[in-house]
């Protein structure tokens, strides 16, 4: 191999990649809140918050969803990296956010400088792929709807993700990425426990930064591997870094929250649910093209193989969906800046290999991308400065004014928010939501099912809706009228309420309606008979609910009351008439546990999916309420301790035995 030329100019060619991204999003760094309050970032902040305050008790999080545990909300790296930053700096959440994924962003293109540099050994080529990634929109011009989206193809498609849509964690895991294949090119030259560990952890955090990274490196691999057809002990070495990745990183993928992930994903963001019918055929035609492309290539050096099945793998999974809306898989089209990454490393690679033997031509080459760059630098700092990055006062916003009336005014039971305010709430308050953010790892899928047709059910349809907040132990909602300054204005009907409901407080443009008694806790006790007993078919199907909603409603029933001690425990005191039980409006996990003076009592699951109690005996009751995890959870917490002291140790033993004289 030859060895890399010009070791002064290499760091300062990726010096200035780095720096012209910075010129480009330099505002991103000094802001605060961004004007685009429809962006799902304020859930990504809300995220951040809450593992900032509650640091040492990440173990259930009930603020969305019915609640779940903190492990199936999203892959955490991204928030723990901005409670770090914003603890560390002094910075608020918001501001710490905004801090982190403007270096995230930057150093992206120079993660794929760094990964050419490693593939091709020429820092020219490097610098081409990093300017490339950094400043070409290539969906823009391949995708229609994303150049209309864009506005103009040569505005960087990649920050309007991070910036106006709020793909912090995506981004994040887009400079992750191409480190992570680096690793392992290096652990598959060396061998060594060092680099397989090192291979692992790139690994583990891209996974943990986001879903999209980890099946994107996942292509990434296949694609290292088709090029290089690697031996029986490269197999070995590969299995060694996958399985090691996935131990360490099993806390937050156990099979369950995969299982969680798959079932969510068919109706995220559109319907996917037929994509896993189609994913076999996908595979077949995407197999037979691999093994023709193989064929094809394979003449030409294994760094050219590499970049071509990349493109070709996820150019498989972006283009029928954006030309023919096909799609194998959930969300194809969010791999369409996966897909940018592998153009850019393609036109790079390939211009390198074309240009290899011609030095004056490739010195020529480079000399004018660096001019015609010139164009969609200017443009991107143009976009930024102008239209993306622009700051707000958070305080004039709704869903600022909503969030401090609700920590100012509410008792802190269980309540629904519209659309942005839903969103940002967590980033303001600890008030749980029956909607919130992300719904990938939602446990109770009728939290999902009552959301919708709340919120897209038919007109005329609150007594529908009333039920299902009920149910579920909403005690308020708000809605957003046509007036609003709520981003989405999600409700069909935003009337639907005015006759059932009591307003709690109304303006011209939003009102908060009270849902059932004040100051109900989530702990109520019901008859037995009354439990739901039958899961409804689908929003509109709420005669499964009509009895236990009546005994919620029924003044004569006992009241229980629930106490939290913190995030993952509380203390329930009940007075239990004969044939009655304690139905527990959270959602049920096998991690739950009850004690009642030191008898064991088995947590129940309703057709709804939440919790209920029956002691078996009539009187005062008091029962403790602990989340510690189920058997899965807990062999996966020793998993990743296991195999992170297994790599630790491997790794010290191969370095002092390396420094052993006569080795």
């Not at 300017?131 to 498609?157: E, H, K, Q, Y």
């Not at 009552?450 to 897209?456: P, Q, V």
């Not at 947590?603 to 899965?632: A, H, K, N, S």
């Amino acid at each position: 191999m030859k060895r890399i030329q010009a070791p002064v100019t290499t760091p300062l060619l990726a010096a200035v990649i780095f720096a012209l991204n910075i010129y480009v999003c330099w505002g991103l760094f000094g802001i605060e809140y961004l004007r685009h309050m429809g962006s799902i970032e304020g859930s990504f902040i809300g995220l951040a918050r809450y593992a900032g305050q509650h640091w040492g008790d990440l173990r259930w999080f009930p603020l969305w969803h019915l609640g779940m545990p903190y492990a199936n909300v999203y892959p955490p790296l991204l928030s723990w990296e901005v409670a770090g930053f914003a603890r560390l700096s002094g910075f608020s959440i918001a501001h710490a956010f905004h801090w982190v994924t403007a270096i995230t962003y930057c150093l992206g293109p120079v993660a794929v400088f760094a990964l050419t540099l490693r593939l091709t050994k020429s820092p020219r080529t490097a610098f081409a792929a990093g300017a490339i990634d950094s400043f070409v929109s290539w969906s823009a011009w391949l995708i229609p709807a994303v150049r209309i989206d864009l506005g103009s193809p040569l505005d960087p498609r990649r920050l309007q993700a991070l910036v106006f849509y709020g793909e912090g964690p995506h981004v994040a895991s887009m400079t992750v990425l191409p480190l992570a294949l680096l690793c392992w090119d290096f652990a598959m030259k060396r061998r060594s426990p060092p680099a397989i560990a090192l291979a692992a952890i790139a690994t583990a955090a891209t996974v943990l930064t986001s879903w999209l990274g980890g099946f994107a490196l996942a292509m990434m691999i296949a694609a290292y591997a088709l090029a290089r057809l690697p031996a029986l002990r490269d197999l070995w070495v590969m299995a060694a870094i996958a399985v090691s990745a996935y131990f360490l990183a099993m806390p937050f993928v156990t099979p369950s929250i995969i299982a969680a992930t798959q079932l969510n994903s068919k109706t995220l963001g559109g319907d996917f649910t037929a994509s896993y019918l189609t994913l076999p055929k996908w595979a077949v035609c995407v197999a037979i093209g691999l093994v023709g492309l193989k064929f094809a290539i394979r003449k030409l050096d294994s760094v050219v193989q590499f970049a071509i099945a990349f493109a070709f793998l996820l150019a498989a999974i972006v283009f029928p969906f954006a030309w023919f809306n096909i799609s194998a898989v959930p969300q194809p089209i969010r791999y369409h800046l996966e897909l940018e990454m592998a153009l850019s490393l393609l036109a790079a690679i390939g211009g390198n290999a074309l240009l290899r033997n011609r030095p004056r031509a490739a010195t020529i080459a480079l000399a004018a991308l660096c001019v015609a760059l010139i164009v969609p630098v200017k443009a991107s700092r143009r976009y930024a400065r102008n239209d993306l990055i622009r700051p707000i006062d958070i305080q004039s916003t709704t869903e600022w004014k909503t969030a401090q009336w609700v920590n100012r005014e509410w008792s802190g039971e269980r309540i629904m928010m519209p659309g942005s305010t839903g969103f940002w709430l967590t980033a303001f308050s600890d008030v749980p939501l029956l909607n919130g953010g992300p719904e990938q790892g939602v446990i109770d899928q009728m939290a999902r099912v009552a959301d919708y047709i709340i919120f897209f059910g038919p007109p005329r349809s609150g007594d529908v809706s009333a039920l299902w907040l009920k149910a579920l132990g909403v005690q308020a909602v708000g809605v957003s009228l046509p007036g609003s300054g709520e981003f989405y204005k999600p409700f069909v009907d935003p009337h639907q309420f005015d006759a059932l409901l009591q307003p709690i407080i109304r303006t011209s443009t939003d009102v908060i309606f009270r849902v059932g008694a004040p100051h109900t806790s989530l702990a109520r006790v019901v008859p037995a008979a009354a439990l739901v007993s039958r899961t409804p078919k689908h929003g509109l199907d709420v005669d499964p609910l009509r009895a236990y909603v009546a005994a919620l409603d029924d003044p004569s029933m006992p009241r229980a009351a629930l106490r939290w001690n913190n995030l993952h425990s509380a203390h329930i005191t009940a007075d239990l008439g004969a044939g009655q039980v304690i139905s527990v409006q959270q959602a049920w996990h096998p991690g739950w546990h009850a004690d009642s003076g030191g008898t064991m009592l088995p947590v129940r699951r309703d057709q709804i999916g939440q919790m209920y109690l029956d002691p078996g005996r009539t009187g005062q009751i008091d029962i403790d309420l602990v989340f510690d995890g189920d058997t899965e959870m807990k062999f996966a917490r020793a998993a990743s301790i296991g195999c992170a002291l297994i790599l630790a140790a491997a790794s010290l033993g191969s370095l002092f035995a390396a420094k052993k004289p006569g080795r």
